[in-house]
């Protein structure tokens, strides 16, 4: 298979070199990802300003932009045919519940879905994981299996491993996003001129992390699988909502 | 009521001011928005260097960050009590379909609603729209009506109006998000040294612009609210994936 | 007289305002500055994107560039003719010995003068400094003599103001740059997720800080007028040299 | 010898390549260079944001800031011992007459001058130009010569090679900086949003490029090298200056 390979963490990640090995063993995978680190960049496109790119001498491409615009570019300029599947991983670190719209290792699947192709975005739990060539695996059988089971045109695969050698994964499970509590605090700090400044704090611990959520999987060492949906149409509310507008 | 009002246009926009002063009038409105323009910033937060704020002339808060940085840093540090409500807009341009996911301006709705709070993204259809008056009265509208029919606590309003005058407008619908075909092809071009750069197309033409959608409401001359969810699960396609990932 | 004004700490900032309010009752003056601050900017030029310009409401332009780029951009394109006079500042803080290679406001009557036009930088000493009413006074008061004395094709003004009451400056004082120690170490911190970040540390002590120098001149309360030259070349060793590359 | 490395084209450039590995047959080389091509960044540093290092396969360091910020970073913070010697090159064109303003390759080399170093930028004259081995022979040996001919405190050397086979080389000059006519005019260009944008022109044609200047070397086939004063002291207009400035 055709497989056009990003990530969010940048071109140089030990994550995104982990899965080209894997799947280049079965596939023809060309990579384009991301000159620097663009966690948390979501799904944004540089509109502003124009983009670059240069190879690699391991073959691979960089990008001055975020992940959707290297599948992008990808897809509409750099291949010379399109691919049959867009990966995005495998991130650092693991993309649950609320972190879904926020990441661009799920935004680079997003935007292969909407250039018309199936996509997966792979994640490894953990705040310094080691084991990326076990999700690498999973991600390979996932792969493998997609290909009979294609998903609906408006969805994509959000892939979350545990961090564990590949035999003491649990087995995989099809999971909803959980809800985690809001992020902790910002912190406020002076930089050496004495300016304020603030930065982020971490992720809120989880809210709703029950049975069938992605983090209740992760937790009890299975592999997470969530179908997520690029129409944000919240339809249950539609009818409550057509009634009350009337009155305007 | 204490409203928290950003944008992604930037802190001088014309759309910004507009919506500022309309609901200025009847409540008590606090301006934090990005000191550039942030068109398609989507959700991205800036993680990786700090934040700053300047306060302008006119009282309103640059940061130099993303629509949801400033809605972040707004609830978490400069509001010494919490807003009531986030107000998004009024975005120079539509946001329409599949617009939403790239939208900076839905961004700062929605890290308003993962902050807990209500919250409406609002937008003026056209190229270069003039009505940001209608806009701004339609809001208002549909602000006072909200506070008697809340949304559950995983929704947002996305808001558009059609670039007309106020009594020109012919309703008000409740839609769910059209789609879009694919952007147009990007434009690959040589900057003045040489080096191939390439720049986005415009946005893809209507796909699926039918009855019931934001596309068809806008297109006769109705304002078009849309739910929207932030959960992205694709419940639909739960079951048949518990199925078949079984397999691995 | 047709000036050109320009900056580095930001179109928004007060000694820039400060600036234009006391020149303006005599010149025709343009702003044009950077629209964020870019102090240490040096004579950064942004040529690997594109530049944009948008007038705010008081009539000054902001670029989405260096304090270089608006001095180009400025001459080059967006005035109708050309002006007589490039002028820069007040920057918030002294650019005294060393400092002078890293400023932004420097650069900006550097580029003036590479564009062909007599140029002056003017920057008010101190930390949190405040008297920029003084500092305007002086300017003008160079610029209405620099007419009959004009500079050489290849040299500009660096003037440092001390943060004075007009009438306690002391006088005026040509000087040549003094230099300091080397910078204080950078601090290095780890950022919210434990990574290594490094900060700059402060500007170094004076080190040659005597009689005749910039230094010297603000801390006995003068004004301090640098000429500087734009051709860097240390003629004083190009005969030594000669002599020992030969060998090569 | 223990020398830093470093470059404004960044750290996957050929240019630097080139260097270090004819440096490293003698030398102890660390190369520090940014992640990114930085050309045109002058003396520019990264006050106002952390700067972050990752080490690259190949044992090179990037930093996200400029050629400044890499040798202040590598000399204050990541080397365990102070170097002897800073390079930065091989830049791949020419710096030479008011280029050196501008240029991140002669910026890297004032860093080190201004940390306490001899220091030597090193460029390849012509616009895409091939003969890096041969700029990195003359570099090295005029290396191993300063060692007995150290320059004075506040100087550097700016060294500028043809792009020739290394036998085709006529011989090494000591030069001063010529000058260049100013740039050609800048493009005025629409996005694809139609939005207006501006591009820098290409650099001015030589106006003095007469016998003794860095141009001429370089037209008859000599390598160039110019030593640069950091002080820019105009000392021979201080005296007039002193006169005309008595009567504010």
Redesign the interface.
């Known amino acids: 298979m055709n497989i056009l390979l990003s990530n969010d963490d940048g071109v140089?990640a030990k994550g995104l070199s982990a899965l080209y090995y894997q799947l280049s063993q079965q596939h023809q995978v060309t990579v384009i990802a991301p000159?620097?680190?663009c966690?948390?960049?979501?799904?944004?496109?540089?509109?502003?300003?124009?983009?670059?790119?240069?190879q690699?001498d391991n073959g691979f491409y960089a990008v001055?932009g975020?992940p959707?615009d290297c599948v992008?570019?990808g897809i509409?300029?750099l291949l010379t045919r399109p691919p049959e599947l867009v990966v995005s991983g495998i991130n650092h670190g693991a993309n649950l519940g609320?972190d879904?719209?926020?990441s661009g290792t799920v935004?680079a699947a997003?935007e292969g879905r909407?250039?018309?192709l199936p996509a997966i975005a792979v994640s490894l739990a953990g705040r310094n994981p080691t084991h990326f060539c076990s999700a690498a695996k999973?991600v390979t059988?996932?792969i493998n299996?997609l290909v009979?089971?294609p998903?609906?045109a408006?969805?994509i695969?959000n892939v979350n491993v545990p961090d564990l050698a590949h035999d003491q994964i649990q087995g995989?499970?099809?999971t909803?996003?959980g809800?985690r509590h809001?992020?902790e605090?910002?912190?406020?700090?002076q930089?050496?001129?004495g300016?304020?400044?603030?930065?982020?704090?971490?992720v809120g611990p989880e809210l709703d992390a029950g049975k069938g959520t992605d983090f209740h999987a992760i937790a009890h060492g299975y592999c997470s699988?969530?179908?997520?949906?690029?129409?944000?149409?919240?339809?249950?509310?539609?009818k409550?909502?057509?009634q009350?507008?009337?009155?305007?």
């Open positions: 140089f000159d620097r680190n966690s948390a960049s979501s799904n944004a496109l540089s509109i502003q300003t124009p983009l670059r790119v240069q690699m001055n975020t959707s992008h570019l509409n300029q609320d879904v719209i926020y935004a997003t909407h250039m018309g999973c059988d996932i299996l009979e089971h998903l609906p408006d969805q695969l995989i499970q099809a909803r996003q809800k809001q992020a605090n910002m912190t406020k700090a930089d050496p001129t300016k304020d400044i603030y930065w982020y704090g971490g699988v969530t179908p997520l949906s690029i129409d944000m149409t919240a339809y249950d509310s539609l409550a909502l057509s009350w507008i009337k009155n305007i």
